[in-house]
Structures are given as structure tokens and as C-alpha cells.
């Protein structure tokens, strides 16, 4: 168990949809990061967060949009659903001057 | 120009038998780290090993080694004694900029697929 809560697990939609996908990362992680693996592109980095504000943007659409809350959870939402969206969305975190980078179980969505 | 190769998409090691999984780097800059990672079919992805750039020494954790050769930029990871759980895709990831309090993102490679067999 890496300590980063990932939920749910699996999402079934339509196309057009919004979603939520939500990350608890590992207690006292100030940095959150969003990744999505598809078979095509393989394993993209998205945004990452930390402290709750911004810090790095990678190949995230402007449909998808991101938030680190206060109790530094974070959500990634997902809007205008197209199929070639469908892919696995994991969260990772890392401590302040940390190496490590311990990754979620993953969200697999599916848009039908 | 790719940050990261992995040039074995797939490899095939009998079971108990030691294999070498190939990584290369490309960065300029002085200061970063780079991770191995396991994915197994259930899809989780599972921190194996890290390796600092100054660090002084491979990094080792169990069967995990890491045959770190900076000079050539390449960062292998090796399994001893391969078990049929070992059985994955493997990915290794660098992460650039490691002064400072905030660490950048992880780049990866597109993996190798690594069969055990029996």
C-alpha cells in the first residue's frame, strides 16, 4: 500500500460527460501529480500541484482541469468526454525534498 | 528528442535466472533522480528502486540493483533471482531539478513487458 488513496476505482461514461476523479496522497505530501496511461501515448504527466497551488503543467487538455484543496486532497475533473479519453489516471505524491514518488492505485475510465 | 529509452519492449528470463532491463537518459541538467517501477497486469504502479545523481553508490533494495553508469547515461535495473511474480511492465522515470522544495514530474519511458517463465 503506497499511502495514496485513489477513488473510484473504475468509471463507466458516455460521451460529453464530466467526471471527478479524487486523490488523498500520502499523509504530510505537499506535492500532488496527475498522470494518465494510455495505450497509445503510454504514460503522460498532466499537472501537478503543490501546497495547493499550481506549479507544473504538462499535456493537459483545456477540457480537464485540476484543484488541491486546503487539506491538500486533490480532484481532476474531466469535461466534454471524447472516447480517446478513456485511459488510467493515477495521482502520485511526493514529501517537501523528497525523492520518492509513490503512485495510487489508478482510476480506470472508460467513455463509451 | 526522447528523456527516456527503454529499447526492450519485451524480454523473456527463466525463472531464478538474473535480468538486466535497460534504461537511458538524456538530461542537462546536474541534479536528478531516476525510478524504476513496476506495473503489474492489476495496473497499480509499484516504486522499485531509486537513484540519485550524485549519489556514490548503485542503488540496491532486496533483488532490486540499479547499475547506474552516469558517464553513459544509463540507468539499468537488474533482477536476481527472477520469480514468476516478477512477471510485469516496467518503466523507468527520471525526474529533473531536484534542488529545491518542490520536485518536478516524473518523465517516463514506454516500458518494458518482462515474461518469467517456469
Redesign the interface.
Known amino acids: 500500500d503506497s499511502g495514496v488513496t485513489q477513488t473510484p476505482k473504475h468509471l463507466i461514461t458516455a460521451t460529453g460527460q464530466r467526471v471527478t476523479l479524487r486523490c488523498s496522497p500520502r499523509s504530510g505530501d505537499l506535492s500532488v501529480y496527475w498522470y494518465q496511461q494510455s495505450l497509445d501515448q503510454g504514460l503522460q504527466f498532466l499537472i501537478q500541484y503543490y501546497n495547493g497551488e499550481e506549479r507544473a503543467k504538462g499535456n493537459i487538455l483545456e477540457r480537464f482541469s485540476a484543484q488541491q484543496f486546503p487539506d491538500l486532497h486533490s480532484e481532476l475533473n474531466l469535461s466534454s468526454l471524447e472516447l480517446g479519453d478513456s485511459a488510467l489516471y493515477f495521482c502520485a505524491s511526493s514529501p517537501d525534498r523528497g525523492r520518492e514518488a509513490f503512485f495510487g492505485q489508478g482510476t480506470r475510465l472508460t467513455v463509451v | 528528442a526522447q528523456k527516456i529509452t527503454q529499447t526492450q519492449p519485451g524480454m523473456f528470463v527463466q525463472e531464478k535466472e538474473a535480468v538486466t532491463l535497460d534504461c537511458t537518459y538524456d538530461t542537462s541538467d546536474p541534479s536528478y ?1 531516476l ?1 524504476w ?1 513496476k506495473q503489474p497486469s492489476s ?5 522499485l528502486i ?1 537513484q ?1 545523481s550524485y549519489d556514490q553508490q548503485n542503488a540496491t533494495e532486496g533483488r532490486y540493483s540499479l547499475n547506474f553508469q552516469k558517464a553513459r547515461k544509463s540507468a539499468n535495473l537488474v533482477i536476481s533471482a527472477s520469480q514468476l511474480g516478477d512477471s510485469a511492465m516496467y ?1 523507468c ?1 527520471m ?1 529533473e531539478g ?1 534542488n ?9 519511458g ?2 518494458t513487458k518482462l515474461s518469467v517463465k517456469p
Do not use: D, T, V
Open positions: 533522480g525510478f517501477y495496473g497499480e504502479m509499484i516504486f531509486y540519485g518503466f522515470a525526474r531536484l529545491g522544495g518542490s520536485q518536478g514530474n516524473l518523465i517516463f514506454k516500458g
